[in-house]
């Protein structure tokens, strides 16, 4: 009997000897293993990391070339409406995405993540393949609302992130699937900046006759898609971590369990309450959408900005320039979130990073209709600066919020916030492109008005989004987790 109970005390962590393990419950192995062994699990945050980058890459992979396909499509009847057909084809995948995350959230809370992110990453092959040989305009508005209406894998991720850790390492594990999203939408741009239209800038490479002259943008599509076939196979190798049974802290059949149950130790509502009903999840949630408005618009406004004509107030750069300096931008996001952020987060807190990176936000905005007055080299340096200071800042507001968002629900309750927060950021997002190419062609046509002329409405407009989301993340707009208040 001695010696049993010291197998059973070798089980169990020092603090909670009397939670019991069940060894055929996945959930149960990964809690084993969290109280056995005190390091970050780099392994798995490696997967979570190329699994996360696949739920960016399409979004905004097409700004680049988007406003050429809806051109190459010839269904807008002036140069000026182009922006307007961009905006309806961007807000397709969000719009599909909001209609469906409840519903992924939900099934990864009641099959498990690993399931879910299986198969969204499959039916994301399959329609990044077919946005890229889309033939007209509705072909490509179809193929992006499919897209968006599979592509689950966020919501499930980001409560596996937090399940997979440690609680002193969940600011690390949320900061690799926050910065894996954010170079998605940032890389995303960068590959379909370089890669579409390869017949006209690599002729050398690819032929007149060839199926990319047919399709000229098919090509970032297969390079995704081929980047999501690896996150796909990389998923086979990730732990469940959801719990698989009802019992708590019992034997079953005399036989000692070898796993921990989840306690509902988190903030907000118990496991029996609804969710809507949790006010700090849903506060949160309605904070985290304002901002989430704001980048889905600055994401499509900045490429079209980029690449429009000096007279409308663009900087008149090249598909290959807007790729540069995403590409800048994505790598030393890469290096601030996964070095810096979970430092920073640490001496000021989730909620202070967020206000603090809102209000610095603002000023760098402010500083773009400025440096599109520049040319030559200080153009390239300080829009590269810019681009870099907002795309950390923006990235930081959301890691900050995805911390909050977890710490309200417990674990059987994870995945459906993760889906309801993801949902309304989706429905949110989808007057962003929309409403950003809107409001991009309007400004095209008052380019000699004497309030905000041109770009300035633009500019103008993303930073009251920002100014708006900053006020609601102070009382009485959020109700923040007992834990962070």
Not at 63 to 88: M, T
Not at 227 to 234: H, K
Not at 289 to 305: D, K, P, Q, R, T
Not at 355 to 381: H, M, T
């Amino acid at each position: 009997m001695a010696d049993e109970n010291r197998s059973r005390e070798g089980l169990l962590s020092k603090t909670e000897k009397d939670v019991l393990y069940y060894e055929d419950c996945p959930g149960c192995r990964i809690d084993h293993r969290k109280d056995t062994n005190l390091g970050a699990p780099y392994k798995e945050l490696v997967y979570i990391w190329i699994v996360a980058l696949c739920a960016g890459l399409p979004i905004s992979s097409l700004y680049p070339y988007l406003y050429f396909l809806v051109r190459d499509f010839n269904v807008a009847k002036r140069a000026e409406d182009i922006g307007y057909y961009a905006g309806c084809v961007g807000s397709a995948y969000m719009l599909g995405r909001g209609l469906t995350a409840v519903l992924w959230g939900a099934l990864a809370d009641r099959y498990g993540r690993k399931p879910i992110i299986l198969f969204c990453c499959t039916t994301m092959i399959i329609f990044t393949t077919l946005f890229g040989l889309s033939t007209n305009f509705w072909m490509a508005v179809s193929m992006r609302l499919l897209l968006g209406a599979f592509s689950g894998i966020f919501g499930p991720v980001q409560a596996y992130a937090t399940e997979v850790c440690r609680k002193e390492h969940q600011t690390l594990a949320l900061s690799f699937t926050s910065s894996a999203w954010a170079i998605g939408m940032i890389i995303g741009p960068a590959i379909g900046g370089f890669l579409a239209q390869p017949a006209e800038k690599y002729p050398n490479v690819f032929t007149k006759d060839s199926l990319f002259a047919r399709f000229p943008y098919f090509l970032p599509c297969l390079c995704i898609s081929v980047w999501t076939t690896a996150a796909t196979i990389a998923c086979l190798w990730l732990p469940e971590t959801l719990h698989k049974h009802k019992a708590t802290n019992e034997e079953s059949h005399g036989t000692v369990s070898t796993e921990k149950t989840q306690e509902n130790n988190e903030i907000g509502s118990t496991e029996s309450e609804s969710l809507y009903r949790n006010r700090p999840l849903m506060s949160c949630i309605i904070v985290y959408c304002v901002f989430s408005l704001h980048n889905m618009a600055y994401g499509e406004i900045f490429s079209l900005w980029a690449v429009s004509p000096k007279k409308f107030g663009g900087l008149n750069y090249t598909t290959d320039n807007v790729g540069e300096v995403l590409s800048v931008t994505g790598l030393g996001l890469f290096l601030f979130q996964l070095a810096l952020f979970p430092k920073l987060e640490r001496i000021l807190g989730p909620l202070m990073v967020a206000r603090v990176c809102a209000a610095l936000s603002i000023v760098v905005l402010g500083s773009y209709p400025f440096i599109a007055k520049l040319s030559g080299a200080s153009l390239s340096l300080l829009i590269n600066i810019a681009s870099l200071l907002k795309s950390i800042l923006s990235t930081s507001i959301f890691t900050g919020f995805v911390i909050l968002q977890n710490a309200t629900v417990s674990q059987r309750q994870r995945g459906a916030a993760n889906g309801i927060s993801s949902t309304a950021m989706s429905l949110f997002k989808v007057f962003g492109p929309a409403g950003g190419g809107a409001i991009f062609s309007l400004a095209q046509k008052r380019m000699n008005a004497s309030f905000l002329p041109g770009t300035d409405l633009v500019f103008f407009i993303l930073n009251l989004i920002l100014v708006i989301g900053l006020i609601m993340t102070f009382k009485p707009f959020l109700v923040l987790p007992r834990r962070h208040g």
